[in-house]
Every structure is written in C-alpha cells, then in structure tokens.
C-alpha cells in the first residue's frame, strides 16, 4: 500500500498541480533526454539492489508512462515542459513517481474518439483498456495497456490519476474518482525490494 | 538473409521517436520490399525471391512497444510475412514481442 502522504508523493502532487512549478530541481526532467538518462540512472540503482531482470521491467514501464508525456504533450504543455521523475525507498517499498503538467489523458484522448467523452474516467479506461491512440493518424496506442499488463503479473501496483479519476492496479483493477484534482497525469509505481 | 544487430541501434530501446529514427537510419540498406498484387513485378536479378530480414536482439537491456511499434511493426508491415527475430531472452524483448503478438500488430514473433 503505497502512503499518499509520503513526502515524495505529496512533493510530486505539489509539483504538478501548483501554480508556479519549480523549473529545476534533481526531479525535474525538461526534456526527453534528461528524463531517459535519469530514469537509465534508476534502473541502474535497481540492478545494484538485486532485482535482477525486473529492473528492465520497470524501465519499460516508466519509459512508457513517461513517454506519453512527452509524446502527447509536445507543443501542447500547459505551461511547464516535461516530467517529474522521483523514487525513494519506503517500508520493504520501492517507488517511482512520474507527473505532468500537460493535457491530461481526457484531452488527449478526445482528439481521436467521435462524440464527447462523458468524463475523466471513462477516458481513462479507454486509456489503459482500449487500443486507442490520442495522436490522430497515428496508428499506436498500446504503452498504458503493455504497463497495466505488466504491473498485473509482476507484483508491481500502480497508481494512475488524472483530472479526477483515479486507476489502481495490482492483481485487481480499481476505479475511482477523486476531488483533489490534478489536470495532467501522476503515475507511481511501486514494487517489494 | 539480412541481419539486423539491435544492439547497434542501443542497448536501451524504448522510446517511440529512438525507434523511428533508427527505421529512417536503416531504411536505405532494406531489401527492395516484394511489389504489391496489384503492382507489375519489377523483376529482381536473376528472378531471386525477396530477402528475409533477421532482428537479432543479442546484448538488448530493454525494448518497449512504443520503440518495438516504429521499428519492429513497420518492417512486418513493409516486409509481410519476411521479418524473423531472434536471441528474444531479455524478459522486455519477450513481454514487449508476445505483447504486440496478442494485439495482432506482431504476428506469430
């Protein structure tokens, strides 16, 4: 169970909902290549820590999430460009935090679905259950549905928010809607080391 | 046989514009792709069949679906039925492979 008041959740929840976001700091990747190199770091960190072939696993799916970001948010940021790319070690616990301040998944995913998408979580179902890409004439769409996949059958869970909806997955989907709204994505996986 | 060494392009594959980039960078030395039904054949030398493409993922750390999507799935599309992979032990290359597999956008990898 990952603590919503830990300091790096609250941190990253600050970051990616306040109106005058940090532009530096050791978490914030402006660019794709500062967020690759760090999260190269991170996995890296993993190995040393003798979790063996899982740290691929996790570099795969923060590559993806993080990723996402980047690809669906370029030239579309609502003001700040890039990520937000945390971990700490907390209980047996290792987590990963990864937030924007972009469009937001509804956003995104009303670009390439006919009719209006009724709210922020049928969007995000469509997100991580159907193919379906936000980037119109693309024919992609697959990296949220490869990350729930893999956090499913590796013991990894996640916490997936944005706008108001809420996805969490572990062994089991839950969906849910929260008032404490954050107009881009946060991402925190987490994972026993 | 065409043998395409993964690595070359990284160890870390997994980003949708690096797999891109590396399909434009390999681009010019691809087989000619075989003509379409509806396109005169142009006639290979010596009437040879079209050459096979071979991924050899050796010394790979880590492959995405977003990389494996632009790279991987764009050459089954460009080369139907003549892309093989190999050396797939890496548990990304796997999961990322099988993954696209059961989505139908790898095809039987």
Same mark, same amino acid.
């Given at each position: 169970v990952i603590d919503p008041d830990s300091p790096l959740l609250v941190d990253a929840f600050a970051w990616a909902t306040t109106e005058q976001p940090p532009?530096?700091?050791?978490?914030?990747?402006?660019s794709r290549d500062v967020f690759n190199a760090r999260l190269e770091r991170l996995r890296l960190q993993h190995r040393s820590r003798g979790i063996g072939e899982r740290a691929d696993l996790i570099n795969a799916v923060l590559a993806e999430v993080g990723g996402n970001s980047f690809d669906h948010n370029l %030239?579309?940021? $609502?003001?700040?460009?890039g990520v937000y790319l945390g971990d700490a070690v907390a209980d047996g616990l290792e987590i990963a935090v990864i937030a924007d301040r972009g469009q937001g998944v509804r956003a995104t995913i009303q670009r390439a679905?006919?009719?209006?998408?009724?709210?922020d979580l049928s969007a995000l179902q469509l997100a991580f259950?159907?193919?379906?890409?936000?980037?119109? %004439?693309?024919? $992609?769409?697959n990296g949220l549905k490869f990350v729930r996949e893999v956090v499913r059958s590796t013991g990894m869970s996640l916490y997936f928010q944005s706008g108001s909806a809420v996805y969490q997955t572990s062994a089991e989907d839950a969906w849910s809607e929260t008032n404490?709204?954050?107009?881009g994505c946060l991402a925190v996986l987490s994972f026993p080391i | 046989m065409m043998t395409i060494q993964?690595?070359?392009?990284?160890t870390i594959l997994n980003s949708r514009p690096a797999g891109r980039e590396a399909l434009l960078a390999i681009m010019p030395t691809l087989p000619i792709p075989a003509p379409r039904a509806?396109?005169?054949?142009?006639?290979l030398p010596g009437g040879a069949a079209p050459e096979d493409i071979e991924l050899d993922f050796e010394g790979v750390e880590v492959l995405t679906p977003s990389f494996a999507e632009e790279f991987v799935v764009s050459l089954r599309e460009r080369y139907p039925g003549r892309v093989r992979v190999r050396n797939t032990h890496n548990v990304t290359v796997k999961t990322t492979l099988e993954f696209l597999a059961q989505l139908g956008s790898g095809q039987n990898f």
């Open positions: 532009s530096y700091g050791e978490q914030y990747c402006e %030239g579309q940021w $609502r003001d700040l460009p679905v006919p009719g209006t998408l009724e709210n259950l159907r193919r379906i890409t936000g980037r119109v %004439g693309e024919r $992609r769409g404490r709204l954050l107009p | 993964m690595r070359k392009f990284g509806d396109q005169p054949a142009l006639g």
